[in-house]
Structures are given as C-alpha cells and as structure tokens.
C-alpha cells in the first residue's frame, strides 16, 4: 500500500467496526466530520474508521480514545443534503495502525501506518464453512452459496463479509480485525466459543427444567 497516504481523517464511532472490502452506507451530521467529508471528497476520498473505546461519552467532543487498529474506505457515492448533512458509500479497503494522532483539523486525523492483507487457505475457509453452519442454522448454506457462487467472493474478502455481518460483539469483532493474518483462525475460535457458550447455557437450562 506504498501509494497511499500516510495521514488521513479519522471518523470514529462507537460500537462499529469496518473490515477490508465491504461497502458501507454513512450518515454525516455533526459540523466537524461535515467538514471531514468536505475535504475528503475534495481529494482522494478516504476515510479511516476507527471503534471509540469505553467511556467514550464523557469526552466525545474532544478526543475520547479510540482502538489503535482502524479500517479505511474511499468515498464512492456522495450526497449532500439541503442542511449540509451528508449522505454517502464508503467502501473499505485497508487495515491500518495508528502512529499518532494530530490536531490541526476540526475532525480527527492521524498519521497511520498501512498493514497488509492475507489471503487465507481454502481449507482454512472450509472449517468455517461447517462452523457457521453450526452457528447460523440450515440458513448456513444459502448465505454460503450467496456469498461464494453468485457474488464470487473469496478468500479474504469472503472472510472480512462475514467478519463485518456476523453477530457477535463489537469488541469481538475489533479482535478479529486486529488478527490480521490469523483472522480465520481467530474468527473460527470465536464461533467455537459461542457454541460451547451456547451448548453450556443450554444445559444450565436443563438442569433447572426450563427445557424439554
């Protein structure tokens, strides 16, 4: 990622993880990230997203803290509505590192350090193909063939999709993103952690008799 640039705006946000190719609707109506948005469009077009870390609230006008392992997007559609709040598509590229944050904008901008993509194996993707069928149900295997035989998707970019709509915490999924290269291996422990969470939660219920 030698050609892209070492300072963008930062767009944080709580309880929100972007992941490398998906493409996400935006809702811009505070002053400062209006302006964010302004400049971005008026030159390359990205965006670094990036999750707020707990107790976010008590200073989100300032700087609250932020985990240090973002995704950017490059704005493909924009549109700017009649009070100055903007609509758009971000659609994600790239993981990223913040080195250090700078003030010299109204928004948050940071100069980051790029971090590289992996391409997982396909047996690798096979495993997590029968994990989801566990934790998703009988649904497993359309979303599968949706995903994988009319959308095309592989490897890491069938990876990242899943990562971004599955249902788990948003800590959970800033973790799977931080995993970088072992993100399947990470996102395959984490299902396997839910189904023992969720095979224990129903023997707990059984053993107090509300399941037959």
């Not at 300072?7 to 302006?35: A, G, K, M, N, S």
């Not at 704005?75 to 700078?102: C, K, P, Q, T, W």
């Not at 592989?154 to 290269?181: M, R, S, W």
Request: net charge negative; hydrophobic share 40%.
């Amino acid at each position: 990622m030698a050609d892209y640039p070492r300072v963008i705006p930062l767009f944080p946000l709580p309880d929100f993880v972007l992941f490398p190719d998906v493409t996400v609707p935006l809702h811009i109506f505070e002053p400062r990230y209006r302006q964010m948005v302004h400049d971005a469009s008026a030159g390359d077009g990205i965006i670094g997203m990036t999750m707020l870390k707990s107790n976010w609230e008590r200073d989100y006008y300032a700087y609250p803290d932020v985990y240090e392992i973002g995704c950017a997007g490059r704005i493909s559609a924009l549109s700017r509505l009649s009070d100055g709040r903007y609509n758009l598509l971000l659609d994600s590229f790239g993981a990223f590192r913040i080195v250090r944050e700078s003030r010299d904008h109204a928004y948050r901008t940071a100069e980051i350090e790029w971090l590289p993509s992996a391409m997982e194996r396909l047996d690798e993707i096979d495993g997590l193909h029968r994990l989801l069928k566990e934790f998703i149900g009988a649904s497993a295997d359309t979303l599968w063939r949706s995903l994988v035989d009319e959308r095309k998707l592989t490897g890491a970019a069938l990876v990242n999709y899943i990562c971004f709509h599955l249902d788990i915490a948003p800590l959970e999924k800033q973790t799977l993103l931080e995993a970088g290269a072992s993100r399947v291996s990470c996102l395959a422990d984490v299902l396997t952690f839910k189904l023992e969470e969720r095979k224990l939660g129903l023997e707990r219920r059984r053993g107090h008799g509300q399941v037959q």
